[in-house]
């Protein structure tokens, strides 16, 4: 039989994983129990995995061990090249869920019936960090879908912030290399506070918009839980009719928005270097599966037309308030990965994967993206054959005369592997389709064959500006903070003073602030290659502060305890944190756990040492008179109480918690409250509910 046949390839994988079982036709004996025979590769079973063999106790170790061999050199290539970008990722399954039909929009199988399910792999990931890099890098982070719907896999590789450094492909290669650590030492890694990223930047106008999301708090998510997605470029619905209608992908998440302070990340990458991958897995693995709403930005070309900036310009929004968002679909991630490196390792993602009733427009990073994923894939993957391996296959039928390779997992039967071809239908393999197969819109294009760029490309500062003002003033302190936090692990000051000289374009209370926190002058503004407009209106959509959450649902309250903990308080904590669908984890002087005040002794998730209050959303401190005596003097226990004040966390502690309050130099504000009694935990939890008590942070926080 000619071509591809997914039922051939499902029986090669069935057979593989028999295989891997040892299951297909097993001729010696078993361990025993039902426990499989440890074999080699080549299935023959292994009498000593424990030495090598040698000619006589202190003798050299033979060549013919064969099993000894082959266990090296198969362990000697478990490594694949990491990804150039985007390296450290977690993914996880699911399915995304249409809420209505679109069949007047999109053709898109996927958006046809309400209700209907796609199968979904999503991958995130930090950009500028290694494979081992922490997780609460300041970066962005990569959020990437693979939808396998019934017309084929359809992947949107976005990222968790809506514009881009760049407009133009040509310099991804230097961005890269300007941001990753230095040629010349190999560090920094999985950091933009270093020279060559922010001399980079200061010489491209074009990614101040950027500059000044990266800066903001959406680089320090609180998990991937609690972020935004975004397709980022312009893509295209295209009906049966074959009309166009520009859209715009976004992620909103069920749970809100939601990110950490700097202090806190750089204390959390020390903590839990996994914290979000733990987070990710613990929250699926609990059956508390995260969601994300599909959001579409439709527009068509009179808008495109009339709006102030280009939507082939990927380093633009559009405002939700000028072009509303849509929310078509959800997408629910309710399974870990079998296997970390079968999947999240080999899953490769290609922003050239769209299926008919989407289609590209002529974004030029869009574009050159489209060139470049599937270089990617074959350096990392080592075959073109990497479509084969399960989490890259398409989960419906497909048929193709696509051939041979390295590692071919699939190979059809029959004579017939080209087309056109006269064996008939039975023999002669897959046709064409030319009634629902992919057809690329038919855009008009013509143009002189130059190297330039659209003219709206060049307004600069216009909607960093309109990013900063639509901030509330604590995210504008965090935004101001984080440059000059970057700026000072720069150590060439004329890199330093062109930055602030764009920031004043921006917005001179900002540039002003930098200055100020960096001791320098404020230099003059670098000059607009196009006129600032300085009124946009507000964008409220794009604050963290504005589009937060309105309950504790999902976040995490650490409990500090000691022998003698009030049972009663503890309980009515717990009860309810898990009320509002949140959890609780209890931290003591030991792990193996503390006796509560009904003499019961419970277990503990952390020994204090090992879980500071960075871990947490909220903390309670139910300590006996003795146990905060005996805290007190922890450095460990002080710091979990000043670092969650410093934080701008809501505490709540029982009165005997005082010597530890006052040891960590802790003075009862509003986001403060004592337990006196169980009734003290619902209203306790609610206000938990704001995650932080922001007013406190101007008091804490004055350099
Ligand atoms: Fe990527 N990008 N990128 N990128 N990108 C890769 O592909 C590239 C860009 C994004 O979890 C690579 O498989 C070019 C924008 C994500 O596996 C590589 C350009 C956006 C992921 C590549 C861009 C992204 C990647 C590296 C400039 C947001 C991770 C490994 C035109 C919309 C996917 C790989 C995963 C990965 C190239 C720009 C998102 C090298 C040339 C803009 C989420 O092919």
């Given at each position: 039989?000619?071509?591809?046949?997914?039922d051939t390839?499902?029986?090669?994988?069935?057979?593989?994983?028999?295989?891997?079982?040892?299951?297909?036709?097993?001729?010696?004996?078993?361990?025993?129990?039902?426990?499989?025979?440890?074999?080699?590769q080549?299935?023959?079973p292994?009498?000593?995995?424990?030495?090598?063999?040698?000619?006589?106790?202190?003798?050299p170790?033979?060549?013919?061990?064969?099993?000894?061999?082959?266990?090296?050199?198969?362990?000697?290539?478990?490594?694949?090249?990491?990804?150039?970008?985007?390296?450290?990722?977690?993914?996880?399954?699911?399915?995304?869920?249409?809420?209505?039909?679109?069949?007047?929009?999109?053709?898109?199988?996927?958006?046809?019936?309400?209700?209907?399910?796609?199968?979904?792999?999503?991958?995130?990931?930090?950009?500028?960090?290694?494979?081992?890099?922490?997780?609460?890098?300041?970066?962005?982070?990569g959020?990437?879908?693979?939808?396998?719907?019934?017309?084929?896999?359809?992947?949107?590789?976005?990222?968790?912030?809506?514009?881009?450094?760049?407009?133009?492909?040509?310099?991804?290669?230097?961005?890269?290399?300007?941001?990753?650590?230095?040629?010349?030492?190999?560090?920094?890694?999985?950091?933009?506070?270093?020279?060559?990223?922010?001399?980079?930047?200061?010489?491209?106008?074009?990614?101040?918009?950027?500059?000044?999301?990266i800066?903001?708090?959406?680089?320090?998510?609180?998990?991937?839980?609690?972020?935004?997605?975004?397709?980022?470029?312009?893509?295209?619905?295209?009906?049966?009719?074959?009309?166009?209608?520009?859209?715009?992908?976004?992620?909103?998440?069920?749970?809100?928005?939601?990110?950490v302070?700097?202090?806190?990340?750089?204390?959390?990458?020390?903590?839990?270097?996994?914290?979000?991958?733990?987070d990710?897995?613990?929250?699926?693995?609990?059956?508390?599966?995260?969601?994300?709403?599909?959001?579409?930005?439709?527009f068509?070309?009179?808008?495109?037309?009339?709006?102030?900036?280009?939507?082939?310009d990927?380093?633009?929004?559009?405002?939700?308030?000028?072009?509303?968002?849509?929310?078509?679909?959800?997408?629910?991630?309710?399974?870990?990965?079998?296997?970390?490196?079968?999947?999240?390792?080999?899953?490769?993602?290609?922003?050239?994967?769209?299926?008919?009733?989407?289609?590209?427009?002529?974004?030029?990073?869009?574009?050159g993206?489209?060139?470049?994923?599937?270089?990617?894939?074959?350096?990392?993957?080592?075959?073109?054959?990497?479509?084969?391996?399960?989490?890259?296959?398409?989960?419906?039928p497909?048929?193709?005369?696509?051939?041979?390779?390295?590692?071919?997992l699939?190979?059809?039967?029959?004579?017939?592997?080209?087309?056109?071809?006269?064996?008939?239908?039975?023999?002669?393999?897959?046709?064409?389709v030319?009634?629902?197969?992919?057809?690329?819109?038919?855009?008009?294009?013509?143009?002189?064959?130059?190297?330039?760029?659209?003219?709206?490309?060049?307004?600069?500062?216009?909607?960093?500006?309109?990013?900063?003002?639509?901030?509330?003033?604590?995210e504008?302190?965090?935004?101001k903070?984080?440059?000059?936090?970057?700026?000072?692990?720069?150590?060439?000051?004329?890199?330093?003073?062109?930055?602030?000289?764009?920031?004043?374009?921006?917005?001179?209370?900002?540039?002003q602030?930098?200055?100020?926190?960096?001791?320098?002058?404020?230099?003059?503004?670098?000059?607009?290659?196009?006129?600032?407009?300085?009124?946009?209106?507000?964008?409220?959509?794009?604050?963290?502060?504005?589009?937060?959450?309105?309950?504790?649902?999902?976040?995490?309250?650490?409990?500090?305890?000691?022998?003698?903990?009030?049972?009663?308080?503890?309980?009515?904590?717990?009860?309810?944190?898990?009320?509002?669908?949140?959890?609780?984890?209890?931290?003591?002087?030991?792990?193996?756990?503390?006796?509560?005040?009904?003499?019961?002794?419970?277990?503990?998730?952390?020994?204090?040492?090992?879980?500071?209050?960075?871990?947490?959303?909220?903390?309670?401190?139910?300590?006996?008179?003795?146990?905060?005596?005996?805290?007190?003097?922890?450095?460990?226990?002080?710091?979990?109480?000043?670092?969650?004040?410093?934080?701008?966390?809501?505490?709540?502690?029982?009165?005997?918690?005082?010597?530890?309050?006052?040891?960590?130099?802790?003075?009862?504000?509003?986001?403060?409250?004592?337990?006196?009694?169980?009734?003290?935990?619902?209203?306790?939890?609610?206000?938990?509910?704001?995650?932080?008590?922001?007013?406190?942070?101007?008091k804490?926080?004055?350099?």
């Amino acid at each position: 039989m000619a071509g591809s046949n997914s039922d051939t390839f499902q029986s090669a994988r069935m057979a593989d994983a028999e295989i891997r079982r040892g299951t297909g036709g097993e001729t010696h004996q078993t361990a025993g129990h039902g426990v499989p025979s440890l074999t080699t590769q080549q299935g023959v079973p292994v009498a000593d995995d424990q030495n090598s063999l040698k000619s006589g106790p202190r003798g050299p170790t033979l060549l013919e061990d064969f099993h000894f061999r082959e266990k090296i050199f198969h362990f000697d290539h478990e490594r694949i090249p990491e990804r150039v970008v985007h390296a450290r990722g977690f993914g996880a399954h699911g399915f995304f869920e249409s809420y209505e039909s679109l069949a007047h929009i999109t053709k898109a199988d996927i958006f046809q019936r309400a209700g209907e399910q796609t199968p979904a792999f999503v991958r995130f990931s930090t950009v500028a960090g290694n494979k081992g890099s922490s997780d609460l890098a300041r970066d962005v982070r990569g959020f990437a879908v693979k939808l396998y719907t019934k017309q084929g896999n359809w992947d949107i590789v976005g990222n968790n912030i809506p514009v881009f450094f760049i407009q133009d492909a040509i310099k991804f290669p230097d961005l890269v290399h300007a941001v990753k650590q230095e040629p010349d030492r190999g560090f920094p890694q999985a950091q933009t506070a270093h020279d060559n990223f922010w001399d980079f930047i200061s010489l491209m106008p074009e990614s101040i918009n950027m500059a000044l999301w990266i800066m903001s708090d959406r680089t320090i998510p609180r998990s991937f839980r609690f972020m935004e997605g975004f397709g980022v470029h312009t893509f295209r619905l295209i009906n049966a009719e074959g009309k166009s209608t520009f859209v715009k992908f976004h992620w909103k998440p069920k749970l809100g928005m939601q990110s950490v302070v700097w202090n806190e990340a750089v204390k959390l990458n020390g903590a839990d270097p996994d914290y979000h991958r733990r987070d990710l897995w613990d929250a699926i693995q609990s059956g508390d599966f995260p969601e994300w709403e599909l959001g579409l930005q439709l527009f068509d070309d009179k808008f495109a037309d009339e709006f102030e900036f280009d939507i082939l310009d990927a380093t633009k929004i559009i405002p939700e308030e000028r072009v509303p968002v849509r929310r078509v679909g959800r997408l629910v991630l309710n399974r870990t990965v079998d296997n970390f490196f079968a999947e999240t390792e080999q899953v490769a993602f290609h922003t050239a994967n769209i299926v008919p009733g989407i289609d590209f427009t002529n974004d030029p990073l869009l574009q050159g993206r489209n060139f470049s994923y599937l270089d990617t894939q074959l350096k990392r993957l080592g075959s073109p054959n990497f479509t084969h391996l399960p989490v890259n296959a398409p989960k419906c039928p497909f048929h193709h005369f696509q051939q041979d390779g390295h590692m071919a997992l699939y190979n059809p039967k029959g004579r017939a592997n080209y087309e056109p071809n006269s064996w008939g239908n039975n023999s002669g393999g897959p046709r064409e389709v030319p009634d629902v197969g992919f057809r690329s819109f038919a855009a008009e294009d013509s143009g002189v064959k130059r190297r330039v760029r659209a003219e709206l490309f060049a307004d600069h500062y216009s909607q960093a500006r309109q990013f900063y003002l639509s901030q509330t003033e604590i995210e504008q302190t965090h935004i101001k903070n984080a440059f000059v936090f970057e700026l000072s692990k720069v150590e060439t000051p004329a890199i330093r003073a062109r930055v602030v000289s764009h920031l004043v374009n921006v917005d001179n209370v900002l540039a002003q602030g930098v200055a100020n926190g960096l001791g320098i002058e404020l230099p003059p503004a670098t000059e607009p290659a196009r006129k600032v407009i300085n009124d946009l209106p507000s964008s409220p959509a794009l604050s963290i502060v504005k589009n937060g959450p309105s309950s504790f649902k999902g976040r995490k309250l650490g409990i500090l305890v000691s022998d003698g903990a009030d049972a009663s308080l503890l309980s009515a904590l717990e009860h309810a944190v898990i009320g509002q669908g949140g959890m609780i984890e209890l931290v003591a002087p030991t792990v193996g756990g503390f006796k509560a005040s009904d003499g019961q002794v419970r277990p503990a998730k952390q020994k204090v040492n090992g879980g500071p209050s960075v871990l947490y959303d909220a903390v309670a401190l139910v300590l006996s008179d003795r146990g905060a005596q005996l805290l007190s003097q922890e450095a460990t226990a002080r710091d979990f109480v000043a670092d969650a004040f410093a934080h701008a966390k809501f505490i709540a502690a029982t009165a005997a918690a005082k010597p530890l309050l006052d040891k960590a130099g802790v003075t009862f504000d509003a986001g403060c409250r004592v337990l006196q009694s169980p009734a003290d935990a619902q209203g306790f939890v609610k206000q938990c509910g704001e995650l932080r008590y922001w007013a406190r942070e101007p008091k804490v926080q004055v350099v």
